[in-house]
């Protein structure tokens, strides 16, 4: 039982629409959120936050989904951290490549919401 904190999930998209969904989703069934509009914000969170799941979409301006997973795997702290893409882009190179550089999944929009939340559930266990 994870009385202490409950689990933190980062949510990365430009989109303030998505921000707002998949953080009421995600609050719905328990979890803290931290929101960052793109990847320069979230690595900036990421000095005063561990997310235990990040869910980041690929498209950003100033630093995009796939620079920000490279920075995250680069780093001793966050190599482990599960970083899952959410995009629009579902074509088979941005996939692997996604996968190629440390994606732990990669997930279509619109995304399925009982898909997510079994993913970011599982990946939340493995950390506990």
């Given at each position: 039982?994870?009385?202490?904190?409950?689990?933190?999930?980062?949510?990365?998209?430009?989109?303030?629409?998505?921000?707002?969904?998949?953080?009421?989703?995600?609050?719905?069934?328990?979890y803290q959120v931290v929101l960052a509009k793109d990847g320069v914000d979230a690595l900036e969170k990421l000095l005063d936050?561990?997310?235990?799941?990040?869910?980041?979409?690929?498209?950003?301006?100033?630093?995009?989904?796939?620079?920000?997973?490279?920075?995250?795997?680069?780093?001793?702290?966050?190599?482990?951290?599960?970083?899952?893409?959410?995009?629009?882009?579902?074509?088979?190179?941005?996939?692997?490549?996604?996968?190629?550089?440390?994606?732990?999944?990669?997930?279509?929009?619109?995304?399925?919401?009982?898909?997510?939340?079994?993913?970011?559930?599982?990946?939340?266990?493995?950390?506990?």
């Open positions: 039982t994870s009385h202490a904190t409950l689990p933190t999930v980062m949510v990365v998209d430009d989109s303030l629409t998505v921000r707002k969904i998949t953080s009421r989703l995600l609050m719905r069934e328990g936050v561990q997310p235990d799941v990040v869910l980041s979409d690929v498209e950003m301006p100033r630093m995009d989904g796939f620079d920000l997973l490279r920075n995250i795997r680069g780093d001793e702290q966050y190599k482990h951290l599960p970083v899952i893409m959410i995009t629009s882009r579902t074509a088979d190179k941005h996939r692997n490549y996604a996968l190629e550089i440390g994606a732990s999944h990669y997930l279509g929009k619109p995304y399925d919401e009982a898909e997510l939340l079994g993913l970011v559930a599982g990946y939340c266990k493995k950390a506990d």
